[in-house]
């Protein structure tokens, strides 16, 4: 459960903190012993694996309400934060005189090359959103959102976007002249269109990288580094954009209802 505090100064005002962590951690420890067939190829192999993943989520909200007669108005305004992390680690090793030690002492291996490999990551977004809905006679609504995202993923020039998007509602079983239809008892109209974001790409993308490798060098290997990729400060959001428009229909004391819509 996500812990969270929520306080009403005034009967119409709602205000809402709450914050979340999300963690996985997996550690991998593997021994392969010469009395297997992988084992007894590689004299005994060791492998020690860890991965650490954490989602932190901080969000603020504040929703007003009122009605006033025919007219029920709902605001929404809010504020988020989102940081995930990442660390992984893998070592290895083979060609072990005993299979005593298991994967406790990979330094006893006599292979040549024993494997080691490490990788951490971060990325960050922020948020600020806002919704209002206005309802008429419980007859006709608008609802109109409003977001901007920003992700520490893009490049300098495009982290964040603006996501609009707006949907009216017409309640016609409402009206007085389906009031009493014995036929139609729920008949609702609605439409909307928005646009969404994706950011659903590895972190560091729109930075430009390096790469180290080794080579042989008169007899001794060497270290050496050469640009992988190059910046790119104007990656930026995915955006899709979505129509809808259909209706609900309930008939018969809503014994039979089809839900209709066309995206």
Known sequence: ???FVEIKPINELTLKASFGIDRNYQRREVYMPKTTLY???????????????????????????????????????????????????????????????LFNNLGAGTYEKPWVGSSASKSEM???FGRVNYTYKDRYSATVTGRIDGSSKFGDNNKYAFFPSAGLAW???????????NLISNLKLHTS???????????????????SETLLLNGTRAPYSYMETMPNPDLKWEKTGQFDVGFNLGLFHNRLNFDVSYY
Do not use: C, M, W
Request: hydrophobic share 30%; no cysteine; net charge negative.
């Open 1 to 3: 459960a996500t812990p």
């Open 39 to 101: 084992g007894e190829k590689a004299d005994g192999r060791a492998d020690i694996g860890q991965y650490d993943r954490s989602d932190y989520l901080l969000e603020l909200t504040a929703n007003y309400a009122k009605r006033l007669g025919d007219h029920n108005l709902n605001a929404l305004v809010g504020y988020s934060f989102q940081r995930f992390t990442s660390k992984y680690l893998n070592a290895g090793n083979q060609g072990f005189l005993t299979d005593a030690f």
């Open 126 to 128: 922020a948020s600020f």
């Open 171 to 181: 309640n016609v079983s409402q009206e007085d002249f389906l009031k009493d239809s």
């Open 193 to 211: 269109y928005g646009l969404t974001g994706n950011s659903e790409i590895d972190p560091y993308k729109s930075l430009g990288k390096i790469k």
